[in-house]
């Protein structure tokens, strides 16, 4: 019966258009990190990035290097649109985002996150079997139907993110206006809107709209009495997302994965002119490996269904110790600054240095450290390593104050303990992160 379900032939008019779209944005997105000056900021101008930890390997190439590794990973974005060696376009696309994601934290985006999910489960769709080069070049492949459990992974992985962020707003600084008050006020010098977006009525609308979004907009869509409904209202959504937070591919991305909920002759009607649909025959194509690709699928969800979850057993509030905050699609929740200090005091002697760290880390680096305890733990171990060099055992203490969405500022790391021989622990609280007294 399972089988039955998950393997029923279904029209892939829908994935086909989606993989051309998804093509032309990686496309973008690679290459306008060259022309928007994206890598010279974030991979050219530091002396180190703050890799995710554990992958200190993963280092950007020297020189102009990073500008010719985007654009071969460009360039494998046009083959995933033309379809190309579709499989292994992919494949590398993945491959090499996925290296850049972890090689740095300064440009950290759960959007990045989404791109690199995606990549893996792309790989292995069969999007390429028509209006592809490779279709064209082998017809055995070609099919204008493809398996139910795709349609149900893409949305399944959907309805995941989404919910997950519907669910991360569910705290008092979002449902009483606070954090949509704030990020609106940066905005007040934009051109028309500035102005209108500081009434307060919009920070409850913002606030609720987004909440609502987020949770609904999954079900709306796959409902048919509110798909148009729901259609037009991520219209707005997205672009008034893009116009306002200027966050990449995303908004349109999310916009082209509405093409999943609408029928297949509205697809070949819209965009596949000369192709008729599938007709549904109710015709099962079981693999020899279902039995195994039934498995994959069961760990990958339950991975994403758990990976989500994980801050709730760390101590404390995780807007204040970023403990389980990546990979979590706690997307655009809370704004925090600081300022921090770092003392070196070499071991057996008085000599105290007060570190500037203008002189090791670019603006960008600057701006993300101070209220983040694993980047101030990293930028403390890399202070002992670069003294080591010079001969030097030093200690490394931390006085670091962070505000959360305004409040006022509070002690943040224990400026008593030597991070530079702290271990770092990934599924354990850090001790010298002090409490909060957020709710």
């Known amino acids: ?35 928007t000056g994206w890598i010279r900021r974030t991979l050219i101008e530091p002396q180190f990035t703050f890799n995710f930890i554990g992958f200190d390997f993963l ?6 290097g990073m500008y010719w590794y985007y654009g071969i990973l460009g360039l494998f974005g046009v083959f995933v649109m033309l379809g190309f060696k579709y499989r292994f376009s992919m ?36 999007a390429h079997r028509w209006l592809s080069i490779d279709a064209w070049r082998n017809k055995k492949i070609r099919s204008i139907s493809m ?33 949509a008050a704030i990020l609106m006020r940066g905005k007040k010098d934009y051109w028309l809107v ?21 949770l609904l907009i999954i079900p ?19 672009l008034f997302n893009s116009f306002i937070f200027h966050i990449g591919i995303f908004p349109y991305l999310s916009l082209a994965f509405c093409l999943f909920f609408f029928s297949s002759e509205k697809i070949n009607q819209w965009f596949l002119f000369r192709r008729k649909p599938y007709y549904d025959a109710g015709e099962v194509i079981v693999p020899a490996y279902n039995k195994a690709l039934i498995g994959i699928l069961a760990v990958w969800f339950v991975i994403q269904l758990a990976l989500p979850l994980r801050h709730w057993f760390f101590k404390d509030n995780v807007l204040w110790t970023e403990e389980g905050h990546r990979l979590s699609w706690r997307m655009m929740l809370r704004s925090k600054s600081g300022r921090s200090t770092f ?9 105290t240095i007060y570190v500037k760290k203008a002189n090791y880390l670019s603006r960008k680096q600057l701006r993300a450290i101070n209220s983040k305890p694993d980047m101030i733990w990293q930028f403390a171990q890399r202070l002992q390593k670069e003294y ?42 850090k001790d010298w992160i002090l409490a909060s007294d957020l709710d």
């Open 343 to 351: 003392k070196v005091v070499e071991k057996g002697t008085t000599d």
């Open 1 to 35: 019966m399972l089988n039955k379900w998950l393997f029923k032939q279904v029209d892939n008019s829908a994935l086909v258009v989606f993989r051309v779209i998804f093509g032309l944005l990686i496309t973008i997105e690679a290459w306008g990190a060259i022309f």
């Open 91 to 126: 494949f590398m696309y993945g491959l090499m985002w996925t290296g850049v994601y972890l090689m740095q934290k300064s440009s950290y985006n759960n959007h990045y996150y989404l791109l690199m999910l995606l990549c893996i489960i792309f790989t292995f769709l069969p």
């Open 388 to 429: 080591a060099k010079e001969g030097k055992d030093v200690q490394v203490f931390v006085n670091a104050e962070v505000r959360v969405n305004g409040r006022p500022r509070k002690q943040l790391i224990n400026p008593k303990i030597d991070l530079a021989a702290e271990k770092w622990t990934h599924f354990k609280h």
């Open 147 to 179: 398996p139910r459990w795709v349609w149900l992974v893409i949305v399944g992985q959907l309805w995941l993110v989404f919910t997950y962020a519907s669910v991360a707003k569910m705290y008092p600084d979002w449902l009483d206006g606070t954090f």
């Open 194 to 214: 500035g102005e209108f977006l500081q009434q307060e009525w919009i920070r409850y609308a913002i606030a609720y709209f987004g909440l609502l979004f987020d």
């Open 220 to 238: 709306a869509l796959l409902w048919k009495r509110t798909r148009w409904v729901a259609f037009f209202a991520a219209v707005f959504f997205h």
């Open 59 to 64: 280092q950007p190439l020297p020189g102009a």
